[in-house]
């Protein structure tokens, strides 16, 4: 019992770990709003690519840490999903984190990898809708397409969306363990959870389109089109 206990709030705690944030201090920079980008942004690509690769190890290590202990697959499960919990609701950032998408990814892949497969389709496609347009823009230097950034997305946070919520059917065609396709299902509630409620407080201030606004943010992870 305090194994699993042990398993679940460690993995809740590695999760809730400001690591972007850390990283920007490193540079001696400030980060702020989306910190992916913005590290990759100002930081440089290879501290960017740390930060990224960090998230995803993070999704990684609560996982297989639970199979070679030889933990049941209902505590591992709960470990993963306290791991995405804790990016999305750090408790060293006063609760308010990132929105969990490479985190989740990096640990459903992980959990079980056949469902992540199909679920990517739908992401790779919005990030390639997202990003192509910009890598083949020979108006620019490569250095700057390299930058990403630009307008606010439609496609990718789309094909997140369908993505997070193929994972649990996918699971179930595949004749998952149960387990983890409820697991999946939860990561999809808490994906979209988050969406709703980050800083919702703000755009409610300034607007009365609440249905709007949650309209949106639900497909877009945005406040506004």
């Known amino acids: ?3 699993d206990i042990a ?3 460690g993995a ?3 999760g809730s770990v400001p690591h972007l944030l850390a990283l920007g201090k490193l540079r001696g920079i400030n980060l702020d709003g989306d910190l992916h980008i913005n590290l990759w942004r100002r930081g440089g690509r290879l501290v960017g690519m740390i930060g990224i ?3 995803f190890a993070k999704g990684i290590i609560p996982v297989l840490v639970g199979k070679s202990l030889g933990f049941s697959l209902l505590i591992i499960a709960f470990a993963g999903l306290a791991v995405v919990s804790g990016q999305m609701w750090p408790i060293f950032s006063r609760f308010n984190g990132e929105k969990g998408n490479s985190i989740g990814l990096a640990m459903a892949g992980t959990l079980a990898p056949k469902p992540l497969f199909i679920a990517l389709v739908p992401i790779a496609i919005g990030a390639a809708i997202r990003t192509m347009p ?5 108006r620019q230097s490569l250095n700057e397409r390299l930058k990403f950034g630009g307008p606010p997305s439609l496609s990718l946070p789309l094909g997140m969306a369908i993505g997070f919520l193929l994972l649990p059917i996918a699971s179930l065609c595949l004749r998952e363990p149960m387990v983890i396709t409820s697991g999946f299902f939860a990561l999809f509630i808490l994906i979209m959870l988050r969406r709703l409620t980050a800083e919702l407080r ?3 201030a300034v607007s009365t389109g609440i249905r709007g606004i949650l309209i949106n943010r639900l497909l877009y992870d945005r406040s506004y089109r």
């Open 134 to 138: 910009r890598l083949l823009d020979t």
């Open 202 to 204: 703000d755009d409610l």
């Open 1 to 3: 019992m305090w194994g």
């Open 7 to 9: 398993l679940v709030l």
């Open 12 to 14: 809740y705690l590695l």
């Open 53 to 55: 690769l960090t998230e």
